[in-house]
């Protein structure tokens, strides 16, 4: 079960990325006429993907700790 979920949660992760980055076109585009080369802007959208997913990661490790502190209580 929790593989299914962490697939069907990837997923959504990779179509909303693809989604936004469609979207910030002209923001790319300005950082490459401003003298950024193609790998320098590709390694920005990545950085800020990482750090997205860490705060995502960090905060799901919380909720999931509350909870399972809930769930050792009760027991």
């Given at each position: 079960?929790?593989?299914i979920a962490?697939?069907?949660g990837?997923?959504?992760?990779?179509?909303t990325a693809a989604t936004a980055i469609s979207g910030r076109?002209?923001?790319l585009a300005l950082l490459r006429r401003i003298g950024t080369t193609r790998r320098q802007?590709?390694?920005f959208v990545c950085q800020e993907y990482a750090?997205?997913?860490a705060a995502g990661a960090l905060t799901a490790a919380?909720?999931?700790g509350i909870v399972?502190?809930?769930?050792?209580l009760a027991a």
């Open positions: 079960m929790i593989g962490a697939a069907y990837t997923i959504g992760a990779v179509t076109r002209g923001e802007a590709f390694a750090l997205l997913v919380g909720a999931a399972l502190a809930g769930v050792g």
